[in-house]
């Protein structure tokens, strides 16, 4: 540690899957073949349509800052992509355009997460939320959850778990790792308990759009106070472009594009004017093909994972990720992926990176590649646990 670095830079923890995949990497870079079940990112890309725009401003535009809560067209695009896929109307100023759903989380916990205050949240769960709570002084209290609940947190533990300190609640429907979906009605309930103590709801709706047979609601048709966060990157495919949004208040949105000022200025200019493009209707027709291509993938991998002996006792309803139970197979989940990387030359994420709850027993399997890779993967995940058991 150099002299001068702050506790909050020290406390801050790193990916843990990041040293994995640099090992995968390296292998991949001597030749060898690797599959990758490890990424939160499909292996589409963005619309054509929306590189094909690119492409035209690259060569027609400056491309110089733009208002910090995001052009005024994308705003409103937004706006009416919202209206469409939830019926319900906003207008344009209770949009925040960001970069990713990074920054808009950011926001949103600098906006209220008082410091030394607490925000409740599931355990396991998207890791960067305790480090974004961290960096404005205020922590995470991790609640743990399983299957018996869907991995979603319940009106019951947030009243449960409410202190004098608390200061919201963060969801995250579908989840990362577990694709698991929080029903509508609970959602209603936690809305009530959160505003009853005056609290706020955040809601990181990230996955939105990538859900199989169920059907979601925007947190903020129940509760108007609630922030919810989007984002370009998983149902468009824009990982790479850094472009999200977020939905609150006007007035919760003008405080936060305050604070986005300030802090980034604009979000990415050629990434804004290209979003536009994914609103097309061609564009839009081919996210549903790959929703359901995704399905297809689910399907197969939980199927194949089930016979090799891992347990998912709840069909995961979302996003691209099944959060197995492989206590079967080993009773340290950290050293299973590595060996499974080292050994069988495939990439999946260990319980490690998303809490401390039983984490041991989990991996977490993305289905970001495709159905050929899948079963590549399975048969050599097979041949992985027979030579272990010799
Ligand atoms: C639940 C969740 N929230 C937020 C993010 C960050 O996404 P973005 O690329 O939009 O910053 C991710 C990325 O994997 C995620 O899984």
Redesign the pocket.
């Known amino acids: 540690m150099a002299q001068g670095w702050t506790q909050r830079a020290q406390d801050i923890e790193s990916f843990k899957v990041m040293d994995l995949l640099k090992r995968a990497s390296e292998l991949g870079a001597a030749g060898q073949d690797v599959v990758h079940l490890g990424a939160?990112?499909p292996d589409f890309g963005a619309a054509p349509q929306v590189i094909e725009r690119a492409k035209q401003l690259l060569d027609t535009q400056p491309l110089t800052y733009t208002a910090a809560g995001g052009i005024q067209p994308l705003r409103e695009a937004i706006a009416l992509f919202h209206r469409q896929r939830y019926g319900q109307a906003i207008s344009a100023d209770q949009v925040l355009v960001t970069?990713?759903?990074?920054?808009?989380?950011m926001l949103a916990f600098a906006l209220i997460a008082e410091q030394g205050t607490n925000f409740l949240m599931a355990d396991p769960?998207?890791p960067?939320?305790r480090q974004f709570l961290r960096l404005v002084e205020a922590g995470a209290k991790l609640i743990a959850v399983d299957h018996r609940h869907n991995y979603q947190l319940t009106a019951e533990m947030v009243e449960k778990h409410w202190d004098q300190d608390t200061s919201g609640v963060l969801i995250?429907s579908p989840?990362?790792p577990t694709g698991a979906v929080l029903d509508a009605a609970e959602l209603e309930r936690i809305a009530a308990v959160v505003n009853a103590r005056g609290g706020t709801l955040v809601v990181?709706e990230?996955?939105h759009g990538l859900t199989y047979g169920v059907e979601t609601p925007s947190a903020v048709q129940i509760d108007s106070d609630a922030i919810v966060?989007n984002?370009?990157?998983?149902y468009f495919g824009m990982?790479g472009w850094?472009?999200?949004w977020l939905v609150s208040s006007k007035e919760a949105v003008a405080e936060m594009e305050k604070m986005a000022q300030n802090l980034f200025i604009s979000p990415p200019t050629l990434s804004q004017y290209a979003a536009l493009a994914a609103f097309d209707k061609d564009a839009l027709a081919l996210f549903e093909e790959r929703r359901l291509e995704l399905q297809a993938r689910r399907d197969l991998l939980l199927s194949g994972l089930l016979e090799l002996g891992f347990k998912v006792p709840r069909v995961p309803e979302g996003?691209f990720y099944i959060y197995a139970d492989a206590s079967e197979l080993t009773a340290d989940s950290f050293a299973w992926c590595w060996a499974l990387l080292e050994q069988a030359k495939v990439v999946a994420t260990p319980g490690a990176d998303f809490g401390a709850n039983h984490a041991e027993r989990y991996v977490r399997f993305a289905y970001t590649t495709s159905k050929d890779r899948i079963r590549e993967a399975l048969s050599r995940i097979r041949q992985f646990i027979e030579d272990q058991s010799e």
């Open positions: 939160g990112e970069a990713g759903a990074s920054a808009g989380l769960a998207y960067c939320n995250a989840a990362n990181d990230i996955y966060i984002s370009f990157s998983k990982t850094r472009l999200g996003a």
